[in-house]
């Protein structure tokens, strides 16, 4: 069956960087998936943060623009999602997702069938 597996959370001060990991098994053909990251905060619903396409094409939300940056190793099948610069809104749990659409809406979460177990990140004033 399909397993997400994420790992690499923590608790961080403003400003420092984590790098989350999610480790794909149970895919047909991961480079075939549309992998993505989302999160949910207390109190919140869950939300895109970045998606990466088949074709290595990238979005990102606006908020975290210009400080994540979401990658995929089609080789190990793996999903990254580097953060720097974090900030105390960053807080939530992650959660990394797969879909076998092309080319879903990052605010979609419905679009995506398959999802991990999540890592928390906290990030401290």
């Known amino acids: 069956r399909v397993q997400l597996v994420e790992s690499g959370g923590g608790s961080v001060q403003a400003g420092g960087s984590l790098r989350l990991s999610c480790a794909a098994s149970?895919?047909?053909?991961?480079?075939?998936?549309?992998m993505g990251w989302f999160r949910q905060a207390p109190k919140k619903g869950r939300e895109g943060v970045a998606l990466?396409?088949?074709?290595?094409?990238?979005t990102l939300a606006t908020s975290v623009k210009g400080r994540f940056t979401i990658s995929r190793d089609n080789v190990q099948n793996v999903l990254y999602l580097q953060m720097n610069n974090l900030k105390p809104e960053d807080t939530a749990m992650y959660y990394c997702a797969a879909t076998p659409n092309r080319f879903p809406r990052i605010d979609s979460v419905h679009e995506f069938p398959d999802w991990g177990q999540g890592t928390q990140v906290t990030v401290s004033s």
């Open positions: 149970g895919l047909p053909s991961f480079d075939n998936y549309v």
């Open positions: 990466v396409y088949r074709d290595d094409s990238k």
